[in-house]
């Protein structure tokens, strides 16, 4: 699957719009966004697209629901754990990897998301997969991964950078590949070190739509960013609904 020159998928563009406002002061730290329907209509977009993009940025620490009062702006990103680097097909296969289904092999321009986790610049170019990864037929997680852009990695990992190239050309021809394991393929000789985070959250209409399930259906995000040294070359988000394979997790202090 070839990628695409697509920059802005219509979420990512209004989550962008709303995160553009909280940056310049619009609604500054610990403020509350106006409800739903006045939002909706500030912006000129429907409820259900404004809830998507409200949804992705409570998953990324920029808003809080708080009850009785509404979205709240945060103050600072959440922290975050510590993962031994694995990929999710793998660790979540019980000893039978899960199948990786590519939905999209393209390339987008940052968000909030990227920027704060592969701190690229505003106009760089990542390479964006979006995969679903299905086990006897069933859908059991959706995940989205970046990679920083070419130029950073062809200086700090040139194996990685040409193993991505290989495996989009690959994915249009025979079974696909996630990121992550593409990554870990290419770093024989070179060692990463990674981080996650785990929230709760719902999975939305969109996602709800890819995956099979209700839009309003319970499931944990598994954020993801991989470095190499000091070096960020990769962030993800994964998205199991409730009735996925169990996550095993080890937490460090």
């Known amino acids: 699957m070839a990628v695409s020159g697509q920059r802005r998928r219509p979420v990512v563009a209004l989550y962008e719009r709303i995160a553009d406002a909280v940056h310049d002061g619009t609604y500054p730290p610990g403020s509350t966004l106006p409800s739903e329907p006045k939002l909706a209509a500030e912006l000129g977009v429907s409820r259900p697209a404004l ?9 990324d620490g920029l808003l809080t629901v708080r009850r009785g ?18 990929p999710l097909e793998e660790l ?12 999209l092999r393209t390339v987008e321009e940052p968000t ?22 299905t086990g006897e037929g069933t859908a059991a997680a959706l995940s989205h991964e ?24 690959r994915a249009a021809r025979g079974p696909a590949a996630s990121m992550l394991s593409v990554l870990l393929g290419a ?19 969109r996602r709800g739509d890819q995956l ?35 996550l095993p997790v080890l937490q460090s202090h």
């Open 187 to 205: 770093s024989r000789e070179t060692a990463l070190t990674a981080h996650s985070g785990i929230t709760a959250t719902l999975l939305g209409r």
């Open 92 to 103: 979540i296969g019980a000893g039978t990897p899960l199948r990786v289904r590519a939905l």
């Open 69 to 86: 009062v509404g979205r709240t702006v945060n103050d600072r990103p959440p922290r975050r754990g510590f993962e031994h680097v694995q």
């Open 212 to 246: 099979g399930r209700p839009a309003d259906t319970p499931a944990v995000l598994v954020t993801q960013v991989v470095r190499v040294g000091e070096t960020p070359i990769l962030a993800a988000k994964h998205m199991l609904p409730t009735g996925a394979p169990a």
């Open 146 to 169: 970046w990679a920083a852009a070419d130029e950073l990695l062809d200086r700090v990992h040139p194996e990685f950078a040409r193993a991505l190239r290989t495996a989009e050309e």
């Open 112 to 133: 909030d998301f990227t920027t704060q986790h592969l701190l690229a610049p505003a106009r760089a170019e990542l390479r964006f997969w979006e995969s679903v990864l």
């Open 51 to 59: 809830r998507e993009a409200l949804l992705l940025l409570q998953e």
